[in-house]
């Protein structure tokens, strides 16, 4: 069910008209369904339905408070990478034993941090960082739950940025070496291993690699426990993609990713941890902004917007498409002709999308760039310092702005000067 309908000709986030939303913030903006992020979390809980299972969210696609509130009331657990992530789980009032702490360089003060504050588990990537993690759980006096993320040798078939599971990526430990590993975690204080991670990549369309992760996951949860350890939960990362077009045949849905994890797993007695990202935010989510000038030239007519790669950097640091609708709908059968679709920074590589077909558009008209609300917002920076754009949240005929664009001397003033200029 798609929240980002055109009604009356003007395309609509849930009952809300964009040109609405632009006439009240200005552009560029982002702005997201509550609609959408709670179907996409409950598809995921569903898909787990009859196993015992937490849905960790992974905040990095999408992390403003109003957005994880919105999922944490549903009763998603959150999946942190950093000290910062941390605190904005914990500002959405996710309780510690809801929140899994992930990445492959944690340091000792988030360590610290999350061990006061409570945590789920860590999700440990080397035995540099389990000795850190003891030392730091000794110091406290408490005992840190832990997962070591294993490598499987996998290959995600997704693009080279975003796969994780090949030996060749930094992320996790050789699965080869999980038995001393885990030996070493059961050696050392502080540290009570309790189950097993792996996360392989990001944007999978298709389910056969995580048939062969979870495999070996399944495989090496009968030798771990013949060691003795007491493996009972197995976070299964993220990773299921979205479609980006709605012309490319669809990846496989949560439902069917839950029947693989059932068919791999489910014999196993585990209680199953997933951590979706884009899944969820993904179509939650889209980028508006506003056509400044229609420029001609060589051969080609460019639309520049006044959104830039600082604002949406998927376009140029992977090559990725979004479709680019106009916010006013046009007229069936309405030609359409070719632009090249940039922004204003001052490089090449600002540019959105070379020779899309669209409508054709004017100075003033608004765009919407689908697809957005996974590493949109997030991503985004105040290159050529232009201030990050705002956050808006649509629930059915209300809105409400989630982050307000910040003035120019909000952005200056962050900057300070020494004494002697
Ligand atoms: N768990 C771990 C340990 C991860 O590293 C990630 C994503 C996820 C879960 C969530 O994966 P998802 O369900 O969102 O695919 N900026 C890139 C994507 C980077 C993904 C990084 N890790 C992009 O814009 O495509």
Redesign the pocket.
Same mark, same amino acid.
């Given at each position: 069910m798609d929240h980002f309908l055109y009604k009356d000709g003007v395309l609509h986030a849930e009952d809300v008209p964009l040109a609405e939303i632009a006439a009240a913030v200005g552009t560029p903006f982002y702005v997201y369904s509550t609609a959408t992020l709670e179907r996409h979390f409950r598809l995921f809980d569903e898909a787990l339905a009859g196993m015992d299972h937490l849905v960790c969210y992974?905040m990095? *696609?999408a992390s403003n408070v109003a957005i994880l509130k919105t999922l944490a009331r549903l009763g998603a657990g959150m999946?942190v990478v950093s000290g910062g992530e941390y605190m904005r789980a914990k500002a959405a009032g996710v309780p510690g034993e809801r929140i899994v702490f992930?990445g492959v360089g944690k340091t000792r003060d988030e360590m610290r941090l999350a061990l006061a504050g409570g945590i789920r588990q860590f999700n440990v990537e080397s035995e540099p960082e389990m000795e850190a993690l003891s030392a730091v759980a000794v110091e406290l006096g408490v005992i840190a739950p832990i997962t070591v993320r294993v490598n499987p040798d996998v290959d995600a078939r997704t693009h080279a940025k975003?796969a994780?599971g090949k030996s060749e990526n930094k992320f996790g430990i050789p699965i080869a070496r999980a038995r001393e590993v885990y030996r070493l975690a059961a050696d050392l204080p502080g540290l009570e291993a309790i189950g097993i991670d792996v996360?392989i990549g990001?944007?999978l369309t298709d389910l056969e690699p995580f048939r062969m992760a979870y495999a070996k996951v399944a495989e090496l949860t009968g030798v771990l426990r013949a060691d003795g350890h007491d493996i009972r939960r197995l976070d299964l @990362? @993220? @990773?299921?993609g979205i479609p980006y077009s709605r012309s490319n045949e669809a990846p496989p849905l949560p439902t069917e990713y839950g029947a693989l994890i059932r068919e791999t797993l489910g014999h196993l007695g585990c209680e199953i941890e997933i951590?979706? @990202?884009?899944?969820i935010a993904g179509n939650a989510g889209l980028m508006v902004s506003e056509v400044i000038y229609v420029k001609s030239g060589e051969g080609r007519d460019f639309l520049i917007l006044d959104g830039a790669m600082n604002d949406l950097i998927?376009p140029a640091m /992977?090559d *990725?498409w979004h479709d680019i609708v106009p916010v006013i709908e046009p007229e069936p059968g309405a030609e359409q002709r070719p632009y090249d679709i940039v922004g204003p920074v001052c490089e090449s590589g600002d540019t959105f999308a070379k020779q899309r077909m669209m409508p054709q558009l004017e100075a003033g008209d608004l765009v919407a760039f689908r697809s957005a609300g *996974? /590493?949109g917002a997030v991503?985004s920076s105040e290159y050529n310092t232009r201030p990050l754009i705002p956050e808006v949240l649509v629930n059915g005929h209300e809105f409400a702005v989630i982050r307000a664009r910040p003035s120019f001397d909000e952005m200056i003033n962050r900057d300070t000067i020494p004494e002697w200029l």
């Open positions: 992974a990095k *696609a999946d992930s975003i994780t996360h990001s944007q @990362g @993220g @990773g299921l951590e979706p @990202g884009r899944l998927r /992977y *990725a *996974a /590493y991503m």
